[in-house]
């Protein structure tokens, strides 16, 4: 396989909504794998008051489990088991319903772009009921969870999903970096061919420190991270 075709990326400049960078073949919705959790949180809050439960995962990805967890950690560690008992929770209709809110035509796959500005979107309902939980997991996920490889505060989310390409792997990791944590002016999307997600978000990193270094002459436009 081409090397090239081996990483997609798509990255968008949240101070004007344009986008900065496309490296990916024309193609239409994608499963999306774990990078559906936040909104599938979402949704669940939206059913039971804005308040999430604690679960004990005794296994999923994690053959030994990740204990008991709140919503923050599950997001950090993109716990299965915990998503699992929410997803039960949580009428069909209204998750499709809660995924139309953001630009999604379904729970489990999405157009490249349309899921890049669900999250944008997500971040910029902060103030609302429920999401404030939701970002904070996305942000120890890039602290202490399955994006820690990115070496930056940030929000980010990560998740492996079946392989769409000509050659297929048993999976390809994907990965949602908004950055930088403090006052997001970046957000991209990565797909990485046959690797986990966790391996895939180094690719968003490298991504945003490229443009980071190439704006440094640019106008005050694009306000420099703090």
């Not at 090239?4 to 490296?23: F, K, Y």
């Not at 024309?26 to 979402?42: C, D, N, T, Y």
């Not at 930056?152 to 392989?163: F, N, R």
């Amino acid at each position: 396989m081409n090397l090239l075709l081996l990483v997609s990326l798509l990255e968008i400049d949240l101070t004007t909504g344009q986008e900065v960078r496309r490296q990916w073949e024309p193609e239409k919705a994608i499963p999306v794998g774990s990078l559906s959790k936040p909104f599938l949180a979402f949704a669940y809050a939206q059913r039971h008051g804005f308040s999430f439960p604690k679960i004990r995962c005794h296994g999923c990805w994690k053959p030994g489990g990740h204990g008991e967890l709140d919503i923050v950690r599950a997001l950090a560690l993109s716990c299965n088991r915990y998503f699992d008992v929410l997803r039960s929770q949580v009428p069909e209709e209204h998750l499709q319903a809660v995924v139309q809110q953001f630009g999604l035509h379904h729970p489990e796959r999405a157009e490249p772009e349309q899921l890049l500005h669900a999250y944008i979107e997500l971040y910029r309902r902060a103030e609302e009921p429920g999401v404030a939980s939701i970002l904070q997991g996305m942000r120890q996920a890039a602290r202490y969870g399955t994006a820690q490889a990115l070496g930056e505060d940030a929000y980010a989310k990560t998740g492996t999903a079946p392989c769409t390409h000509q050659k297929r792997a048993p999976g390809d990791g994907l990965a949602v970096v908004l950055y930088p944590a403090s006052q997001p002016r970046r957000a991209v999307l990565v797909r990485v061919h046959g690797v986990p997600g966790s391996v895939a978000v180094r690719s968003a990193i490298k991504s945003l420190r490229s443009q980071s270094s190439t704006c440094r002459g640019c106008s005050s436009r694009t306000p420099q991270p703090k």
